[in-house]
Every structure is written in structure tokens, then in C-alpha cells.
């Protein structure tokens, strides 16, 4: 993460995800055309692990903060000139 935008509850980084390039279809675009933002959230403390992996959901606020984020990032990627068609959401 070259810089980061620390907002309330999140953190918004310019980030590349080389294995959603290679294994995601809708990264099927040249990777020179590609801008992308990491949303880092501040998420409420429920959820356990075990042996059986990891038992985590949203909560309705973590929604609200990643919809928040993911808000921002749209609005960034406008200023930069991208139709709201182009954007799409990594997982």
C-alpha cells in the first residue's frame, strides 16, 4: 500500500489483486486500463474461528461502512474519468 485515505472507520488504498486478474473473469481487461481500491473496514468484533474455518458475517454497521466505502471508491473512479459501467467489484 504506496498511501493510504484513513476515513472514519475506513481505510481506502490504491491495491492490485494479481490472483483476481488471473482467475477472475471480470479482470479480463488489460491490466494497464485497470485502477482499483482496497476498502479496509473497522468491523464489529463478532465471529469466531475453529477448526471447521471461520464463522463471520457482516453486521448491518459493516455493511453501512463497506457501502460507505465502496460510495467513495465509485465517486473516486468518476474523478478519474471512469463511466460507472467500467466499475465492478472485487471479492
Not at 504506496?2 to 486478474?21: A, G, K, R, T, W
Not at 473496514?41 to 453486521?59: M, R, V, Y
Amino acid at each position: 500500500m504506496p498511501f493510504v485515505s484513513v476515513q472514519d472507520h475506513i481505510i481506502l488504498s490504491p491495491y492490485f489483486d494479481h490472483l483476481s486478474f488471473f482467475f477472475n473473469q471480470d479482470w479480463r481487461l488489460h491490466a494497464g486500463d485497470i485502477v482499483s481500491i482496497m476498502i479496509k473496514l473497522a468491523d464489529d468484533g463478532i465471529g469466531s474461528i475453529s477448526k471447521q474455518g471461520i464463522d463471520k458475517a457482516l453486521t448491518d454497521r459493516d455493511r453501512r461502512r463497506l457501502d460507505e466505502g465502496v460510495m467513495i471508491c465509485r465517486e473516486i473512479l468518476r474523478r478519474f474519468g471512469a463511466g460507472e459501467e467500467d466499475a465492478f467489484l472485487g471479492l
